[in-house]
């Protein structure tokens, strides 16, 4: 159905024709290729005179790979979507685009199917840095697969971030900026929200009964540690360690912070990338709604 | 064809269409003339759904529109005084993409497309990436992209702004094409003489009003007095300007160099009689005649001017 829409056509026919893609392509993939280069000789190099190599130190660099990759993906998708409907709207597009009979979803699913086909052409142009984990094992194809559509998944929250900024602001500067700051607040921003609940309830708690050790027993952000399933970087970290077998650390990380269902922790990945996908169709609907408000001036 | 009724807009507190009534039959050619910043953008912008008035009701075929209504309608074509165009988009791909968000099948996009095309003299050029055409050829061209849904009304905002002569004389045959197949078109321009030669019917906005319409050889007979009179001698002569400037049925006279313009209150006879007198007095003419009624003129008399 996305093959069909007219504006991911035409975005796709002007994108590919762009030198900018072939440098964002090759930009990427040296980065990662260098990563890999650096953890590789970091992992197996020190250990050239002789001793044993830690396979397992591998499924680490598949966990760094990814995270690196991820952290790519929130830098880029902002960027594409927060100009979709401003870059329109400056190059003075926008008006003969809306007065065909199209619906504006039409135009917002094309522009966002456009920027998360630019991510599926990066992550498979990455994959075979990905897959020199093959190479010690531990990590399968389905994985593989597995992080892929996460990661898909994820830009499309993510761009439906960038999307609703392009259509509340006037400039492609202000709407990316803005969006960003959103990308920053999701991703930073409920970490630190929780890092300080955290130390505020631990130095209420260590007033009270004067005892560090007990606040460490006694912080229990219950509940409140779900705030992390609209982070991607935590749903991207809780995959990998997953999928490495790491699951316990990461549950770990968590009861530490706080309680919360049992449910949850085993299905965080998947409950995570529900809520924020809700989120995105959210949004995505609120983008709809504000382009087919007819402005007043 | 188009109905506007007592249609009112501002932005914030400055009211730029007040009680604005219009009527334009189908087949007609409107023109709408005023000073920079009247609100004829405004007017087409309502007409085409991208903004929305205060009040007033809007009727196309007949039918009243909501303003969302207009958007979409594909019998409305819109041309905007300003209009971008993609890199990196070869001209049929760009004519291609919009007949897609118009609409048309797949095997009938080419078809269409080399129709409109042919229509506006663009058909060498479909290789070409759009935005390196000249402004003449964008211009064509989105005329072409708004034919593409084949519209019954067909709003044009300053289509010819910035063009050379012969790029408006292009858009000037084109339109007539247009006119033969009966679409109703509204264009607002600066360029008056192409209006009075290219329109049916003519609007003169002011203030926040419409000041004049009607068909244009009505609008041109507007000019309270005679048609001016325009007089060429072959030499400039003080004691000759003198000698008209002292004639009773000459009023206004101006004078640019060998020409004298001047407003005669007389018949065809006395007007035979000054020629008889001046050529007596030694003039040398070589033209004497009446001014047609000259658009411009209207304009800046009844305008406050920019």
Redesign the interface.
């Known amino acids: 159905m996305i093959m069909n829409n007219p504006i991911f056509k035409k975005e796709q026919t002007i994108r590919t024709r762009s030198p900018k893609l072939m440098i964002l392509l090759v930009a990427f993939n040296i980065g990662l290729l260098l990563l890999m280069i650096l953890s590789f000789l970091t992992i197996y190099g020190v250990k050239r005179t002789g001793s044993l190599a830690r396979y397992e130190d591998t499924l680490f660099l598949y966990i760094l790979i990814g995270i690196f990759e991820f952290a790519l993906m929130l830098l880029i998708v902002p960027t594409f979507t927060a100009g979709s409907i401003t870059g329109e709207k400056e190059r003075q597009t926008f008006d003969t685009l809306i007065t065909t009979n199209r619906r504006p979803s039409t135009i917002v699913m094309g522009k966002l199917g456009a920027s998360v086909s630019m991510m599926v052409l990066l992550i498979v142009s990455s994959l075979p840095i990905l897959a020199t984990v093959f190479s010690a094992g531990g990590v399968s194809l389905i994985d593989i697969i597995r992080y892929v559509v996460t990661f898909l998944l994820e830009s499309i929250f993510i761009g439906s971030i960038g999307m609703i900024c392009s259509v509340s602001c006037k400039s492609t500067t202000k709407s990316t900026v803005l969006a960003y700051i959103n990308v920053l607040l999701l991703v930073l921003g409920t970490i630190a929200i929780l890092g300080a609940l955290y130390i505020f309830i631990g130095k209420q708690i260590n007033t009270e009964m004067n005892d560090y050790n007990a606040v460490k027993e006694v912080v229990d952000l219950k509940y409140g540690v779900c705030l992390l399933l609209l982070n991607p970087l935590v749903t991207i970290v809780a995959l990998l360690f997953k999928q490495t077998g790491n699951v316990g650390v990461f549950n770990d990380y968590l009861s530490k912070v706080g309680s919360c269902n049992s449910f949850i922790l085993e299905n965080w990945v998947e409950i995570s990338i529900f809520l924020q996908l809700s989120v995105a169709v959210i949004l995505l609907f609120l983008c709809i709604k504000k382009i087919n408000q007819v402005p007043k001036s | 064809m188009v109905e506007i009724q007592e249609l009112c807009k501002k932005?914030?507190t400055h009211i730029v269409l007040d009680n604005m009534n219009l009527h334009i039959e189908r087949g007609q050619t409107y023109g709408l003339v005023g000073p920079n910043g009247v609100g004829k953008t405004t007017l087409i912008k309502i007409l085409?759904?991208?903004?929305?008035p205060e009040y007033g009701r809007i009727k196309i075929g007949g039918k009243e529109t909501t303003?969302?209504e207009r958007?979409?309608?594909?019998k409305?074509g819109?041309m905007?005084d300003?209009?971008?165009?993609?890199?990196?988009?070869k001209l049929y791909?760009y004519m291609e993409?919009?007949a897609?968000?118009?609409?048309y099948r797949n095997k009938e996009i080419k078809n269409v497309i080399m129709e409109q095309l042919d229509l506006v003299h663009l058909t060498s050029k479909i290789e070409e990436n759009v935005d390196i055409l000249s402004r003449g050829m964008k211009q064509r061209l989105?005329l072409a992209?708004c034919l593409l849904?084949r519209p019954e009304v067909l709003l044009l905002d300053e289509p010819a702004s910035g063009l050379d002569p012969r790029a408006r004389k292009d858009i000037c045959q084109i339109l007539h094409h247009l006119q033969e197949q009966q679409i109703t078109i509204l264009i607002s321009s600066h360029i008056l003489q192409d209006l009075s030669k290219m329109c049916t019917h003519i609007g003169i906005m002011d203030g926040t009003k419409m000041v004049v319409q009607g068909p244009v050889e009505d609008i041109l007979r507007i000019e309270e007095e005679a048609k001016p009179l325009c007089i060429r001698f072959t030499e400039v002569n003080a004691n000759l300007f003198r000698y008209l400037e002292s004639y009773a049925l000459i009023q206004d006279l101006k004078v640019e160099g060998t020409q004298a313009t001047m407003r005669f209150q007389g018949s065809e006879v006395e007007e035979a009689n000054l020629l008889t007198q001046l050529i007596q007095n030694g003039a040398g003419i070589c033209y004497f005649a009446r001014e047609e009624g000259n658009l411009e003129r209207i304009f800046l008399q009844i305008t406050k001017g920019d």
């Open positions: 932005y914030g085409a759904g991208l903004l929305e303003t969302k958007r979409s309608n594909l409305i819109y905007p300003y209009f971008g165009v993609y890199q990196n988009l791909e993409f919009y897609q968000m118009y609409g989105c992209r849904a």
